[in-house]
Nanobody, 121 residues
């Protein structure tokens, strides 16, 4: 498995931007598609988006389309989530995960510890 560590979360005002990073170590990063999920208090973990091993294919949840962009730098073993036009409802703990390019959490076999994103109104 690959070990994942997220960073870049924080407090931002509505309409602002944040870029999350997820650094991978262990088995070859390029072996995996990568995904971002989020979980708000009292809610289930929610798919945000995913990217294939090459970066050539991306999928997004409807809530992320047009505002969030997933990218990866395989030379740096790093996954990114650029979040623009943030809304209070984007407040959650954000997790990166390694697995298949899918919205199902069960198809990911490695998870980071999460990074908190708080959007104030």
């Amino acid at each position: 498995q690959v070990q994942l560590v997220e960073s870049g979360g924080g407090l931002v005002q509505a309409g602002g931007s944040l870029r999350l990073s997820c650094v991978a170590s262990g088995r070859a990063f390029t072996t995996y598609a990568m995904g971002w999920f989020r979980q708000a208090p009292g809610k289930e973990r929610e798919f945000v988006g995913a990217i294939d091993w090459s970066g050539g294919s991306r999928v997004y949840a409807d809530a992320a389309k047009g505002r969030f962009t997933i990218s990866r730098d395989n030379a740096k073993n790093t996954l990114y989530l650029q979040m623009n036009s943030l809304k209070p409802e984007d407040t959650a703990v954000y997790y990166c995960a390694a697995g298949l390019i899918t919205g199902s959490p069960s198809r990911y076999n490695s998870w980071g510890q999460g990074t908190q994103v708080t959007v104030s109104s």
